[in-house]
């Protein structure tokens, strides 16, 4: 069984930084494209960042310039640098990704949530 376990959210002021963090755990053989998504109350959930098992990274429109996605395949793991927040970054931010299991199975798994506030 695979999972996913996001950390890093936290109560932050505005033009502060945060860096979330995902790892997948379990019996897994190799894992293809890691997202991270946001959503809050009353709106979809929103695609911020993807990076392929080879590095290709792609931004949403509302974080470009502003948040970084990077991985180390050693640790399974998934990061997002999040700079300058602004109160509209305030989310409940989701770890996704395309998982083969030990069985050569795929599958589309996702983190349980990390809240990221940002307030003064």
């Known amino acids: 069984q695979v999972q996913l376990y996001e950390s890093g959210g936290d109560l932050v002021q505005p033009g502060g930084s945060l860096r979330l963090s995902c790892t997948a755990y379990?019996?897994?053989?190799?894992?293809?494209?890691m997202n991270w998504y946001r959503q809050t109350p009353g709106k979809q959930r929103e695609l911020v960042a993807s990076?392929?098992?080879?590095?290709?990274?792609y931004y949403g429109d509302s974080v470009k310039g502003q948040f970084t996605i990077s991985r180390d395949n050693t640790k399974n793991t998934v990061y997002l640098q999040m700079n300058s927040l602004k109160p509209e970054d305030t989310a409940l931010y989701y770890c996704?990704?395309?998982?083969?299991?030990?069985?050569?199975?795929?599958?589309?798994?996702w983190g349980q949530g990390t809240q990221v506030t940002i307030s003064s």
């Open positions: 996704n990704a395309d998982i083969v299991d030990d069985r050569g199975d795929w599958g589309d798994y």
């Open positions: 379990g019996r897994l053989t190799s894992i293809n494209t």
């Open positions: 990076i392929t098992a080879n590095g290709r990274t």
